[in-house]
């Protein structure tokens, strides 16, 4: 028997794990260049991509392996914080977009006073990321033949690219 050698739910995830890190980069810089309307767009397309994929890994949690596990229980914990803190972030930039319409002098300052929330989100979603590939997807790996592995990684990314990334 041959072990395996490729990991294509590993190699499928870390891709649009970056596809999805890039988006909220580009929200951060478009954020912080007080670009509000920009800013807007990309951190929709990044909703989308993030909300795409906790989904995905969800369904595919419940129906393949022990939820009860601690390592399941850690990366579906995440994804509730994921989604709490992006409904902060996204409700913060709502309140910058009002500000910027009555008061623009005072925008800069009441974006660095609701930054921590914007830095937060992305340090949890590496933090998340890193959870996944290190406990996770072994689960998955372990779990599946090397076909069902091609198989789960070809309908994430056709579930990511539903969410139009670009």
Same mark, same amino acid.
Do not use: G
């Given at each position: &028997?041959?072990?395996?050698t490729t990991y294509? !739910?590993?190699?499928? %995830?870390? =891709?649009? =794990?970056?596809?999805?890190?890039?988006? %909220? +980069?580009?929200? !951060?810089?478009?954020?912080?260049?007080?670009?509000?309307?920009?800013?807007? /767009?990309?951190?929709?397309? $990044?909703?989308?991509?993030?909300?795409?994929?906790?989904?995905?890994?969800?369904?595919?949690?419940?129906?393949?392996?022990?939820?009860?596990?601690?390592?399941?229980? &850690?990366? &579906?914990?995440? =994804?509730?914080?994921?989604?709490?803190?992006?409904?902060?972030?996204?409700?913060?930039?709502?309140?910058?977009?009002?500000? *910027?319409?009555? +008061?623009?002098?005072?925008?800069?300052?009441?974006?660095?006073?609701?930054?921590?929330? $914007?830095? /937060?989100?992305?340090?949890?979603?590496?933090?998340h990321h890193l /959870?996944?590939?290190?406990?996770? $997807?072994?689960? $998955?790996?372990?779990?599946l033949s090397e076909? *069902?592995?091609?198989?789960?990684?070809?309908? %994430?990314?056709?579930? &990511?690219? /539903?969410? =139009?990334?670009?």
């Open positions: &028997m041959s072990e395996k294509p !739910l590993n190699n499928e %995830y870390t =891709h649009w =794990h970056d596809v999805t890190s890039l988006r %909220y +980069q580009q929200f !951060l810089q478009s954020l912080t260049a007080l670009e509000l309307d920009d800013a807007q /767009r990309h951190l929709i397309l $990044f909703s989308n991509l993030l909300n795409t994929s906790i989904r995905f890994s969800d369904q595919r949690i419940e129906e393949l392996l022990d939820e009860t596990d601690e390592s399941t229980q &850690m990366v &579906m914990a995440d =994804h509730l914080i994921l989604t709490r803190t992006l409904a902060l972030a996204e409700r913060s930039l709502t309140e910058l977009q009002q500000l *910027e319409q009555v +008061q623009p002098s005072s925008l800069r300052a009441q974006l660095v006073n609701r930054l921590d929330i $914007f830095v /937060r989100l992305n340090n949890i979603l590496t933090r /959870r996944q590939i290190d406990s996770l $997807f072994p689960l $998955f790996e372990a779990k076909l *069902e592995a091609v198989s789960l990684a070809c309908n %994430y990314t056709e579930a &990511m690219q /539903r969410a =139009h990334p670009n």
